[in-house]
């Protein structure tokens, strides 16, 4: 490929040090001449507690791990950087090698609580979020354009990216029915209870899932996929594209108008290639071609 863009979706840099992430990033961009891309999240629970990682103040170091990566960036060995932090600390650091994207590779944060949003808002080139709907899309971009004007930036080039599942299908109920589980556990957060004001679930303790969650706790899974089944299934199907090429459009239509101009896309079902190329050849043909999207 000559346009594609490569990068993680998202990593941490609580398992490595921000410096190693962001060598990786620049060698990533160097290699795919420019394409390269540094997609990031604070980390959570179930991704760490079993390696017996500390992560204590999560928020706080990801602060840090956002600006050694920035500063890094910007280093070479004729401009050291140096930062002192809670967490890490920079004395005379550069890089060797130089990314060939400038100023930097772009910097997509993972961020869907009010201080991950901030951050966003500070720091990122852009957002890349998963498992939400259009109306919470709308809310947390809302929240990283006031950051980003408390900041000083007037965030023309930001992408607002949305995670996004596709399933071509000439039944869309048969679909569903394969999907409904998986897109329910991806949404399952109180943003979304919230926005949709869906009851909260008795019993069902967020913060714990976050701070404790881990993948070899059987309880916490089945706990989640249990409380997860109460999302109503109009809400849940407003966050995927599934069905035909004219049932798909309407909900990228929705979505941009929540503010989304950057699509990553996940596709369902057999034969990846092949719905692939069903969407280059019959949705992105519409977005190419109309000025006014349908309504």
């Not at 990031?40 to 629970?45: L, M, T, V």
């Not at 709308?138 to 599942?165: L, T």
């Not at 503010?259 to 190329?277: A, C, M, P, T």
Request: hydrophobic share 40%; net charge neutral; with cysteine.
């Amino acid at each position: 490929t000559n346009k594609v863009e490569l990068g993680t979706c998202v990593t941490d840099a609580v398992r490595r040090h921000p410096s190693n992430i962001a060598l990786a990033t620049v060698t990533l961009d160097r290699v795919s001449h420019g394409r390269g891309t540094l997609g990031i999240g604070a980390g959570e629970a179930q991704n760490i507690k079993e390696f017996k990682i500390q992560w204590d103040k999560p928020v706080t170091r990801f602060a840090e791990q956002l600006q050694v990566i920035k500063l890094l960036f910007e280093s070479s060995p004729e401009h050291r950087v140096n930062f002192a932090g809670e967490f890490y600390q920079l004395e005379e650091a550069c890089l060797q090698a130089k990314s060939v994207r400038k100023p930097h590779p772009p910097i997509y944060m993972a961020a869907g609580a009010p201080k991950t949003l901030a951050l966003c808002g500070k720091y990122g080139d852009g957002w890349i979020p998963i498992g939400y709907t259009p109306e919470l899309y709308a809310v947390h971009a809302n929240a990283i354009k006031d950051s980003m004007r408390e900041n000083g930036r007037d965030g023309k080039d930001f992408q607002y990216a949305v995670d996004i599942d596709v399933y071509f299908a000439d039944d869309a109920e048969e679909a569903w029915v394969k999907m409904k589980n998986a897109v329910k556990v991806s949404l399952f957060k109180p943003e979304i209870l919230k926005v949709h004001n869906i009851e909260d679930i008795q019993g069902f303790d967020f913060k714990k899932y976050f701070t404790e969650y881990s993948m070899s706790n059987q309880e916490w899974i089945v706990k989640m996929r249990e409380a997860a089944q109460t999302i109503p299934d109009k809400v849940a199907r407003s966050s995927i594209g599934m069905g035909t090429p004219d049932d798909i459009i309407p909900v990228f239509e929705k979505f941009m108008k929540a503010g989304v101009n950057h699509f990553i896309v996940r596709f369902w079902g057999s034969g990846y290639f092949g719905s692939l190329d069903k969407f280059a050849s019959t949705i992105m043909p519409y977005f190419k071609e109309m000025d006014n999207p349908r309504k």
